[in-house]
């Protein structure tokens, strides 16, 4: 069946504008993750989705970053007034349920010029 | 403070050889543990995992080892193979949390020489 899939796969922006990345995890998982590798880095957890609900956003780096889930299924990451230190890979994963095998997609290249 | 840790940025083995990657973590909470293996412009694919009531398990060339009282586990490939070359990431969990948040290593760069 199809795995997670994220959009766009690359995204270049200028400093200060506003993005929005993509990601439509397995159908029938409840559970969705997003997480950021910086260069040369390993995963950082940014935020967790049982089903629409997100109970803990202490994971996102600061409160340029939002992040929503809408009909169980797919799930925007915003980053507002972008900087440069927001340049990573942004993946997504998703699991049947919490502490399940997560699944990922193949990230967002996100390039803050 | 970084909880899970891979001390070898690379490792390089020939053919046919054994692959032992290590890990290292920090807070005793975790009880739950993965690896993941990441090819260029892919997410990271998940390979295998050990829960800490067990100290190995074994799927294929794949065996992971857990050494709770070092704190300590790794990942045996053998034999190795040109095709498994890719950064292997290990991660944990306290999966007590309920929050699914995996905890990552720094990534170590397998490369099997043919």
């Known amino acids: 069946g199809a795995g997670v899939s994220q959009s766009p796969s690359n995204k270049v922006t200028e400093k200060g504008k506003d993005v929005e990345l993509r990601c439509d995890p397995i159908?029938?998982?409840?559970?969705l993750y997003w997480y950021r590798q910086s260069l040369g880095q390993g995963l950082e957890f940014l935020i967790y989705f049982q089903g629409n609900s997100a109970p803990d956003k202490s994971g996102l780096p600061s409160d340029r970053f939002s992040a929503e889930r809408t009909g169980g299924s797919v799930s925007t990451l915003t980053i507002q007034r972008t900087q440069q230190e927001d340049s990573a890979v942004y993946l997504c994963a998703s699991s049947i349920s919490l502490a399940d095998t997560q699944y990922f997609g193949p990230g967002t290249r996100l390039t803050v010029l | 403070d970084q909880q899970v840790k891979q001390n070898s940025p690379s490792l390089s083995v020939q053919e046919g050889r054994i692959s032992i990657l290590n890990c290292d973590y920090t807070?005793?909470?975790?009880?739950?543990f993965l690896w993941y293996k990441k090819y260029p412009a892919e997410g990271p694919t998940f390979l295998i995992s050990i829960s800490s009531i067990k100290d190995k398990n074994e799927d294929g060339r794949f065996t992971v080892f857990l050494n709770k009282s070092a704190k300590h586990l790794s990942l045996h490939i053998v034999p190795s193979q040109p095709g498994d070359s890719a950064v292997y990431f290990c991660a944990a969990s306290a999966p007590s949390s309920n929050t699914g948040k995996l905890i990552f290593g720094q990534g170590t760069t397998l490369q099997v020489k043919p």
């Open positions: 159908s029938g998982h409840t559970a």
């Open positions: 807070n005793s909470m975790f009880d739950y």
